[in-house]
Nanobody, 122 residues
């Protein structure tokens, strides 16, 4: 059983930056990812990283602006978000999978955090 706790969300102006953290504990896991959900919309893939950190994947909407990384000693995954836009406003969820493939699909993940709110507004 994996427990995930997100932190780092908040209110930021357009063009600003935030770094989200996800601390994991419990059983072993492999790939990890970030998803987001805006009010009235479906939960959408944002970024994912393989178990070793050797492969990363991004939604087209965040490429060049967001960076996912992990520290396997600390069992923590990060999402550095730069050049934030109002359309990035959403609840961001961290997720853990037992595989390191197909990580753009929500159904590959077994464990989910409670989410952290990111609001981008002037």
């Amino acid at each position: 059983q994996v427990q995930l706790v997100e932190s780092g969300g908040g209110l930021v102006q357009p063009g600003g930056s935030l770094r989200l953290s996800c601390a994991a504990s419990g059983r072993t896991f492999n790939g990890m990812g970030w998803f987001r959900q805006a009010p009235g919309k479906e939960r959408a893939f944002v970024a994912a990283i393989s178990g070793t950190g050797g492969n990363t994947y991004y939604a087209d909407s965040v490429k060049g602006r967001f960076t996912i990384s992990r520290d396997n000693i600390k069992n923590t995954v990060y999402l550095q978000m730069n050049s934030l836009k109002p359309e990035d406003t959403a609840v961001y969820y961290c997720a853990a999978a037992q595989v390191s493939y197909g990580l753009g699909r929500a159904n590959q993940y077994n464990s989910w955090g409670q989410g952290t709110q990111v609001t981008v507004s002037s």
